[in-house]
T-cell receptor, first 111, second 112 residues
Framework: GQQLNQSPQSMFIQEGEDVSMNCTSS?????WLWYKQEPGEGPVLLIA?????ELTSNGRLTAQFGITRKDSFLNISASIPSDVGIYFC???????????FGTGTSLTVIP | DAGITQSPRHKVTETGTPVTLRCHQT?????MYWYRQDPGHGLRLIHY???????DKGEVSDGYSVSRSKTEDFLLTLESATSSQTSVYFC???????????FGPGTRLTVL
């Protein structure tokens, strides 16, 4: 299947700091989704991106659909303790006709 | 939130026994999916359905079968469970094939 490389794998940050993470692939994607997952729960959709270059915000979260269509970025501003969790990207390709998921970035926020 | 429930939420079973997991949605989404989640891997697609009685295989379909007799229900069956099928299973739904997917709470399955 398609490979999505998500980085960093984990982050430990102080409360109030900004966070950046990204997802890259050698393949072109038509849709990017970003999810957050907390222990024992299912992934929760944060942001959906459908167009190259698109920049979309959801509160303190901002995500971008890379111009090459091979990557996407998620930024969290002014982190708070409830931001703790694992953040996943997912990319849709017409070739595979399905979404492929990254392995996640684990975020720890230190109060 | 697409109103997705999964049952059971936890199950322990023995190798060789059949297991059926159920996904139920209340949003009338056309597409439904079964994924498994394992450490070191992203969510991987097992099977999906694009309508009642219409299903297709995903990338890790061996050892699994599915059925969809009603829009709201999608069943995943392990005919003869193996230890390699110990995992957390998630159901998801969407309006269209490249639209946002909404996930259920998951089922943790342990095969001894």
């Amino acid at each position: 299947g398609q490979q999505l490389n998500q980085s960093p794998q984990s982050m430990f940050i102080q409360e109030g700091e900004d966070v950046s993470m990204n997802c890259t692939s050698s393949s072109i994607f038509n849709t990017w989704l970003w999810y957050k997952q907390e222990p024992g729960e299912g992934p929760v959709l944060l942001i959906a991106l459908y167009k190259a270059g698109e920049l979309t915000s959801n509160g303190r979260l901002t995500a971008q659909f890379g111009i090459t269509r091979k990557d996407s970025f998620l930024n969290i501003s002014a982190s708070i303790p409830s931001d703790v969790g694992i953040y996943f990207c997912a990319g849709y390709t017409n070739t595979g006709n399905q979404f492929y998921f990254g392995t996640g970035t684990s975020l720890t926020v230190i109060p | 939130d697409a109103g997705i429930t999964q049952s059971p939420r936890h199950k322990v079973t023995e190798t060789g026994t059949p297991v059926t997991l159920r996904c139920h949605q209340t949003e009338n989404h056309r597409y439904m999916y079964w994924y498994r989640q394992d450490p070191g891997h992203g969510l991987r697609l097992i099977h999906y359905s694009y309508g009642v009685k219409d299903t297709d295989k995903g990338e890790v379909s061996d050892g699994y079968s599915v059925s969809r007799s009603k829009t709201e229900d999608f069943l995943l069956t392990l005919e003869s469970a193996t230890s390699s099928q110990t995992s957390v299973y998630f159901c998801a739904t969407s309006l269209g094939t490249n639209n946002e997917q909404f996930f259920g709470p998951g089922t943790r399955l342990t095969v001894l």
